[in-house]
């Protein structure tokens, strides 16, 4: 996947877009399930954390951005580096530790980013993004760039300091950062419903003058839609938006969860919220793709996952004598 193929728009507007959100929701999906095999099998390094069921988040939100807008991710971000554009190959030499990777196989999968397309970087730090986003909103607004940020990030972020003084900031400059919180209902094993004493984690906003509106996570129009009119409020310079999409995590917070905190009938009540099944119900209902390209569609994301795994493998590993070479350059005296 390049920059080039990037597609805008609402999801449900042609049969392209409609084919379009699919694929790449198709691709995060086959591309964490390769991921996990891989972990599995020891040629992963660190930790990983899936967003198995949470396709229809950063598939809709980047449908509604330009490549010269910006987004920060988290430690849950294979998602967001996708749908902004990334190229497999490149996600996947940099999971494996690999020189070809996007950080020189530095960064890992916590720490993913590709500057080209606008991925500003993921983050290990829970909300560590947030201030990142509202600094790069600042620097947008600032140079006349017209350009928005997006900053992803989840519940358990909007109970961090960091969370809060930047929207404090974002508000009162009216900076043109539209704040993602992707809920799935858990941060790390802790629920919402104990970690918060407000239905709508959206209506933090009130405190700070910035609007919030909460939808349903698992509809990538729903999604795209919300987006797009927080993203049409940015570049008139009328300020941040908080948009809260709900969803839900299939697998535990990181490889090492086992998932003691809640139940399998939770989690088969949320699988059958399935957000790649749900838009694929509604595209065959209003016409767009058939049941023949759909599985075309399916078919072409298991195989470009596929091909960028197998190149990835040949790349080379980054050499652990080259660690400081991007924090620092000696100077021969």
């Known amino acids: 996947m390049t920059t080039a193929e990037l597609v805008t728009g609402h999801p449900l507007e042609s049969p392209e877009n409609a084919r379009y959100a699919l694929l790449t929701m198709s691709r995060i999906r086959k591309l964490e399930e390769a991921v996990e095999d891989l972990f599995g099998r020891g040629m992963m390094h660190g930790t990983m ?18 490549i010269s807008d910006q987004i920060t991710s988290t430690h849950r971000g294979h998602g967001h580096c996708v749908a902004k554009g990334a190229d497999l190959t490149r996600m996947v030499a940099e999971l494996l530790g690999k020189e070809n990777g996007y950080c020189g196989g530095r960064g890992g999968s916590m720490h ?53 003084e930047a929207a404090n900031l974002a508000a009162i400059w009216k900076l043109p950062v539209i704040f993602v919180c992707e809920n799935n209902k858990y941060g790390m094993s802790s629920s919402t419903e104990l970690a918060f004493a407000i239905d ?45 999409f ?37 595209v065959r209902d209003k016409g767009l793709l058939n049941d023949e390209e759909i599985a075309e569609i399916h078919a072409l994301a298991t195989s470009q996952v596929i091909a960028a795994v197998n190149e990835a493998m040949k790349g080379k590993p980054a050499d652990p004598a080259n660690l400081l070479d991007a924090v620092f350059k000696k100077v021969n005296s």
């Open 49 to 66: 954390h899936l967003s198995i069921g949470q396709e229809a988040s950063p598939t809709g939100v980047c449908m509604a951005l330009n």
């Open 200 to 244: 709508n984690l959206s209506e933090r906003g009130l405190g700070y003058g910035i609007p919030g509106f909460t939808f349903d996570g698992n509809d990538v129009a729903a999604v795209y839609e919300a987006t797009e009119t927080a993203v049409k409020r940015a570049r008139a310079g009328e300020g941040p938006t908080i948009l809260e």
């Open 246 to 282: 709900v969803t839900y995590r299939w697998k535990g917070h990181s490889r090492s969860d086992k998932n003691l905190y809640r139940t399998k009938e939770e989690i088969d009540e949320w699988k059958k919220k399935d957000p790649i099944l749900f838009f694929e119900h509604v």
């Open 112 to 164: 993913i980013a590709d500057v080209e397309t606008g991925n500003l970087g993921a983050n290990g730090i829970v909300g560590g993004g947030i201030p990142i986003a509202v600094g790069a909103a600042l620097a947008s607004q600032l140079m006349n760039k017209g350009t928005v940020v997006v900053s992803f990030f989840g519940d358990g972020a909007m109970n961090e300091g960091a969370f809060h």
